[in-house]
């Protein structure tokens, strides 16, 4: 079952709230994409391709709301952008010039509206204004592993280590005690598979293990003198 905590009036959340349960959700879209996508990409199809867009969207809201710190971060989300990842990834490219790459733009044109007509589209499998749609899921995965590896790596480094130092992406990659993961060999495979950006976060959690470990010993070694 499932159950909502109800606040008795509105709570505007900023750019760390907003971004904090950002970070937590899209790694599980993620996740859930690329085990779909390796272990049953037929029968799943339309699920893998919302999960692309799901994926696609929050990786693209986490980076513009940490890179702009705006104090409205949630309404913003919701009254500025909505579903259109167009405009999201404009916004984005405004911070860092990967999201100008003609792959990402080229995924991105058809989804240039607030209301996400392509987006419910694909959910729904019907929409007012909509004949039909294709994907290639060869040139479609790529691009969206693209999007989110980079939403995380061109982080401002402080939030990037405040937001994924114990993201449960990074457990399950550390083989940290806190990861949670039932299968976790399986879940890295999926990960991994035709996955030309994995091996640089991998590097990266090594980077932020390293850097914690090396700070730890600093601690001790003040505290013997």
Known sequence: MISRKQSA??????WFYFSAGLALTVVSDYIALRLLF??????????????????AEKSLKLFVSVSSKTLTALSSARS???????KLRSAAAAYDAVFNEDEIK??????NDKSGKLYQLVRYGTEETSEGFEANFATLIPV???IFFQAIHNLPESERKLLFFVSPLK??????????TLNRELVLE???WHNREFAA????CNQLDEEHEALIEQIKAADRD
Do not use: C, M, W
Request: no cysteine; charged share 30%; proline share 2%.
């Open 80 to 86: 500025e952008y909505g579903h259109n990842i167009e």
């Open 171 to 180: 457990n399950l990659v550390q083989g940290s005690r806190f990861d949670q």
């Open 190 to 192: 999926a990960l991994r």
């Open 38 to 55: 390796r272990l049953e990409p037929y029968t799943t199809a339309t699920v893998i391709l919302t999960k692309a867009l799901d994926v």
């Open 201 to 204: 976060f991998e590097a990266l």
């Open 106 to 111: 080229l995924f991105a044109q058809d989804l």
């Open 144 to 146: 969206i592993d693209r």
């Open 9 to 14: 009036e509105k709570i505007e959340k900023d």
